[in-house]
Nanobody, 127 residues
Framework: QVQLVESGGGLVQAGGSLILSCRVS????????IGWFRQAPGKEREGVST????????YYADSVEGRFTIRRDNAKNTGYLQMNDLKPEDTAVYYC????????????????????WGQGTQVTVSS
């Protein structure tokens, strides 16, 4: 079993930036597809972005395309989510998750694909 720990959340003004990190332990990151999900109060957890393990292909939700960038550093066993031009609607708890499969553009946001989840980090964007 792999363990995931997120960090980097916080309070930021609209238009600002944050970098979230997801430290993986228990197994090397190259075994896993790494995804970022978020959950706002009263809403379902939704997919934000995923980096596929096989070739690091990145997928993004339409709402963050062009503003967020996912990347992975397998040597450091850490995944990252660079978030720019943040908006109040980005406010949520952000979770990283690991999957042992290679999703495609139609499946990367399926929560059931991901076997392991972090505890989450709060991101709050003020207007």
């Amino acid at each position: 079993q792999v363990q995931l720990v997120e960090s980097g959340g916080g309070l930021v003004q609209a238009g600002g930036s944050l970098i979230l990190s997801c430290r993986v332990s228990g197994r090397t990151l190259d075994w896993y597809t790494i995804g970022w999900f978020r959950q706002a109060p009263g809403k379902e957890r939704e997919g934000v972005s995923t980096s596929r393990r096989r070739d690091s292909t990145a997928y993004y939700a339409d709402s963050v395309e062009g503003r967020f960038t996912i990347r992975r550093d397998n040597a450091k066993n850490t995944g990252y989510l660079q978030m720019n031009d943040l908006k109040p609607e980005d406010t949520a708890v952000y979770y990283c998750a690991a999957a042992k499969v290679d999703p495609n553009g139609n499946s990367w946001y399926w929560r059931d694909l991901y076997d392991d989840w972090g505890q989450g980090t709060q991101v709050t964007v003020s207007s």
